[in-house]
């Protein structure tokens, strides 16, 4: 059965800006993937992993927009049209080779100018210099520390592989439009106003406008 409304895709059009900031600073033997790796079975190339980790409303930011009323002057009738609200999207970049299994002292692992300093390197180029990102209008992206939504970060690698690894945290506010279910009310046609004027004397004098 077919979906009653239609869902706005902001969030998935995130993902898609993100793919195409990163591709455009990453080597191009690096893939990149938007979920954890299987511990299992780590994928066989280099792999860039974006995870997105948790999704949240931004209360702080005010500047999303109500559903707004418009009135019709030829009918009176007011439509109700929908707004925004802005959300945050919080993802974790980590780097995954299985090189990195090796990291004993002379390995290449080991070096101060190793694979996944680099990989993550341009990372942060590709995140600073898209601080906008194309085509998604009133998009923010920002680097962030680490959120507790993760828990402790020693309890968080444990339950991966156990061995912690360089990561970035990142946060993309994005507003996602309200569903625009035709919503109406009936106008105003008069309005009715009583007002009470008290002189100096104590007397009242009463007008009514209308």
Same mark, same amino acid.
């Given at each position: 059965?077919?979906?009653?409304?239609?869902? &706005?895709?902001?969030?998935?059009?995130?993902?898609?800006?993100?793919? @195409?900031?990163? !591709?455009s600073?990453?080597?191009?033997?690096?893939?990149?993937?938007? @979920?954890?790796p299987?511990?299992?079975?780590?994928?066989?190339?280099?792999?860039?992993?974006?995870?997105?980790?948790?999704?949240?409303?931004?209360?702080?930011?005010?500047?999303?927009?109500?559903?707004?009323? *418009?009135? &019709?002057?030829?009918?009176?009738?007011?439509?109700?049209?929908?707004?925004?609200? +802005?959300?945050?999207?919080?993802?974790?970049?980590?780097?995954?080779?299985?090189?990195?299994?090796?990291?004993?002292?002379?390995?290449?692992?080991?070096? /101060?100018?190793?694979?996944?300093? $680099?990989?993550?390197?341009?990372? *942060?180029?590709?995140?600073v +210099? +898209?601080? !906008?990102? /194309?085509?998604?209008?009133?998009?923010?992206?920002?680097?962030?520390?680490?959120?507790?939504?993760?828990?402790?970060?020693?309890?968080?690698?444990q339950?991966?592989? +156990? $061995? /912690?690894?360089?990561?970035?945290?990142?946060?993309?506010?994005?507003?996602?439009?309200? !569903?625009? $279910? $035709?919503?109406?009310? !009936?106008?105003?046609?008069?309005?009715?106003?009583?007002? @009470?004027?008290?002189?100096?004397?104590?007397?009242?004098?009463?007008?009514?406008?209308?």
């Amino acid at each position: 059965m077919a979906a009653t409304y239609p869902s &706005d895709v902001a969030i998935i059009n995130v993902n898609n800006a993100l793919n @195409e900031a990163l !591709t455009s600073y990453l080597s191009p033997d690096v893939a990149i993937s938007f @979920e954890l790796p299987d511990l299992d079975k780590l994928p066989p190339d280099p792999t860039l992993s974006v995870f997105l980790y948790e999704i949240h409303e931004d209360l702080q930011l005010r500047a999303a927009q109500a559903r707004v009323s *418009v009135r &019709d002057p030829d009918t009176n009738a007011v439509s109700i049209l929908p707004g925004w609200v +802005n959300v945050n999207c919080n993802y974790l970049i980590t780097y995954w080779d299985s090189s990195q299994a090796t990291g004993a002292v002379g390995s290449p692992g080991s070096a /101060p100018d190793n694979q996944a300093i $680099k990989i993550m390197n341009q990372v *942060v180029n590709a995140v600073v +210099n +898209n601080r !906008t990102l /194309p085509g998604i209008p009133g998009a923010y992206t920002r680097m962030i520390p680490p959120r507790d939504e993760l828990g402790s970060l020693g309890n968080f690698w444990q339950s991966l592989d +156990n $061995k /912690p690894r360089l990561s970035l945290y990142i946060s993309v506010t994005v507003p996602i439009t309200l !569903t625009d $279910k $035709k919503d109406s009310a !009936t106008g105003v046609l008069e309005s009715d106003v009583n007002m @009470e004027q008290i002189l100096p004397n104590g007397a009242s004098l009463t007008k009514a406008a209308s």
